[in-house]
């Protein structure tokens, strides 16, 4: 059996990925803290979960440069190492 897909048909439209596809660093503004977020990753033998602080400072600034689109960092999965809001202003009795 042939599992060719008849791309030339005009009923075929590719479009980009929802996620992971976006546009790669080449004037390198993000390098430090991807060669920082690398070597967290090598000195905890590769356990991801160390490096949360410095994933979460990466992607920073790939959104901050436009080189990802700009997601909530809860939405990430950093709402844990946001800063919490302040008690501003307390009343008290």
């Known amino acids: ?4 897909m008849n791309f030339g048909s005009k009923s075929f439209r590719p479009r980009a990925p929802d996620k992971g596809a976006f546009p790669l660093d080449h004037f390198g503004e993000c390098k430090t803290f991807k060669e920082t977020y690398m070597r967290c990753l090598k000195n905890n033998h590769f356990d991801n979960s160390q490096c949360r602080i410095e994933s979460k400072e990466y992607l920073e600034c790939r959104m901050d440069r436009q080189l990802m689109a700009k997601e909530p960092l809860e939405k990430l999965g950093f709402k844990d ?3 919490e809001p302040k008690e501003e202003n307390k009343v008290k009795s």
């Open 1 to 4: 059996m042939s599992t060719a």
């Open 81 to 83: 190492l946001l800063d």
